[in-house]
């Protein structure tokens, strides 16, 4: 399974960016995907997540602002962030596993590379 995210950047306080995820391996690699982020000196944490049946989760630092969805025909995943905080700055991964991401507790299987994400105040 390769996971190849794409998408980060540099972005005003209140700004938007999209980061997207293009995935390829098995579909039952791909049942679950989700998006993590790292802040420096933070521990790794679960952005949000979605299943293969569209089924979602986010952390509650996130909830109403980021948006997770996924096209299982082109096994993408996309992470749409709005009015977004200088706390949001963070390295982004995107990650799949074959059963639920559910929580912090949860260690994908599958990881891509991170995208820097830089929200400026």
């Known amino acids: 399974v390769q996971l190849q995210a794409s998408g980060g950047g540099l972005v005003q306080a209140g700004g938007s960016l999209r980061l997207s995820c293009k995935a390829s391996?098995?579909?039952?690699?791909?049942?679950?995907m989700g998006w993590y982020r790292q802040a420096p000196g933070k521990q790794r944490e679960l952005v949000a997540a979605?299943?293969?049946?569209?089924?979602?989760n986010y952390a509650d630092s996130v909830k109403g602002r980021f948006t997770i969805s996924r096209d299982n025909a082109k096994n993408m995943v996309a992470l749409q962030m709005n009015s977004l905080k200088p706390e949001d700055t963070a390295v982004y991964y995107c990650?799949?596993?074959?059963?639920?991401?559910?929580?912090?507790?949860?260690?994908?299987?599958?990881w891509g590379q991170g995208t820097l994400v830089t929200v400026s105040s």
């Open positions: 990650a799949a596993h074959p059963g639920p991401i559910a929580g912090q507790t949860t260690k994908p299987r599958y």
């Open positions: 391996g098995s579909s039952v690699a791909l049942n679950y």
């Open positions: 979605i299943s293969s049946g569209g089924s979602t």
